[in-house]
């Protein structure tokens, strides 16, 4: 828990925007995070700890983030990112034939081509 304080500030401004399209309270996402984080029946997170996210005067941690992007139906990685960290899950591909595999645009026989191409270069 390291975030600057313009990290902090972004995160909750990111989260406040998606408490308001969603129509959501603090008060239910204190509890949701609760419920995601610690399980069914977990006390709810005061609305007045998730003011605190909001305005950026606290970092929240790491698995409660996690627990913010599930509640709010977030991409995993989209509000961590802001705070300067990731979700395993949201790690970026680190390899160029993940990458190739990954390429939305590329039809299966050219991924196969390409895999091959690389391949044949990189081990020949």
């Known amino acids: 828990m390291d975030a600057t304080t313009e990290q902090r500030q972004a995160f909750g401004l990111a989260v406040k925007r998606r ?4 129509g959501r309270s603090r008060a239910w996402l204190g509890a949701e995070v609760a419920r995601l984080e610690l399980g069914e029946g977990a006390r709810a ?27 709010l139906g977030a991409k995993p990685g989209s509000l961590s990112r802001l705070l300067g960290y990731l979700p395993l899950e949201a790690r ?15 039809g299966d026989e050219a991924r196969k081509v390409l895999v091959a191409v690389y391949r044949a270069v990189t081990e020949g």
Not at 45 to 66: C, F, H, I, L, Q
Not at 92 to 106: C, G, K, N, R, Y
């Open 19 to 22: 408490l308001a399209d969603l």
């Open 45 to 71: 997170y005061t609305a007045s700890a998730v003011t605190m996210w909001v305005n950026g005067d606290t970092e929240p941690t790491r698995p409660k983030v996690w627990a913010i992007e599930s509640a």
């Open 92 to 106: 970026p591909v680190t390899t160029v034939a993940a990458a190739i595999e990954a390429d939305p645009v590329l």
